[in-house]
């Protein structure tokens, strides 16, 4: 089954802090993943795609086949990056599934 | 440029209620998703239109939800009648897909649901 993971529902850190949310996948073909993020009374938006190896906001992640895991990574969290962040996955066929999410809480 | 318009953005509602949301994409964006966001939970899709075909529907329960997109622009989608289980936010987004998908969907602000 095709799947998207995301372990942790909450992640507390203090600003300044490095900060990584898990994301980990099932899919047996060639995958797409993102990262979207939701700001408090924002709407959902995409974040950064693995197939454009961009940084956004200080933010990376890495696509690591073996492992099958799309982790975002940020070596210095902000306050202002306190959202919800979902991992997605496009499978063939256009249809993008979403993991649950893991809200990130950058404390001062 | 607005975005994906979505209306209403809260319903309240008893049981058994018809209820119905209304979406309005980015100009010239012809693929239109409904996604049902439980709370906790990531959205999970219900339909998929490309222009006015729905091209999967396989997560819409057909038994009391519908959608259309009549003239490929403008979506609608229906619950009649509404259950308990039924309250959630419904998120519309919308992509310009040339051939190829992106994976970038631009989403509404959402339509919340309540049923009591």
């Known amino acids: 089954a095709q799947r998207v993971t995301q372990p942790e529902k909450l992640l507390s850190v203090f600003k300044g802090a490095p900060v990584e949310l898990k994301c980990n996948y099932s899919y047996s073909g060639s995958p797409e993943l993102f990262w979207y993020v939701q700001y408090s009374r924002q709407r959902l938006q995409l974040l950064l795609r693995?197939?454009s190896r961009e940084s956004i906001k200080g933010f990376t992640a890495d696509l690591n086949k073996g492992e099958t895991s799309f982790h975002l990574k940020k070596p210095f969290a902000q306050e202002e990056d306190s959202a919800m962040y979902y991992c997605?996955?496009?499978?063939?066929?256009?249809?993008?599934?979403f993991g649950q999410g893991t809200e990130l809480s950058v404390k001062p | 440029e607005a975005g994906v318009v979505q209306s209403p953005r809260y319903k309240i509602i008893e049981k058994k209620q018809p209820v119905a949301f209304w979406c309005n994409p980015i100009?010239?964006?012809?693929?239109l998703y409904w996604y049902l966001q439980n709370l906790g939970q990531g959205p999970e899709l219900l339909i998929r239109y490309e222009n006015e075909e729905a091209v999967d529907d396989s997560q819409l329960p057909k038994d009391r939800f519908s959608a259309e997109r009549l003239k490929g622009v403008d979506s609608t989608l229906k619950i009649q009648p509404a259950e308990l289980g039924d309250s959630a936010v419904y998120l519309c987004?919308?992509?310009?897909?040339?051939?190829?998908?992106?994976?970038?969907?631009?989403f509404g602000e959402g339509s919340r649901l309540t049923v009591l």
């Open positions: 693995h197939i």
């Open positions: 987004a919308s992509s310009l897909v040339g051939g190829q998908y992106t994976g970038e969907l631009f």
């Open positions: 100009s010239g964006h012809n693929t």
């Open positions: 997605a996955l496009l499978r063939q066929g256009g249809k993008l599934i």
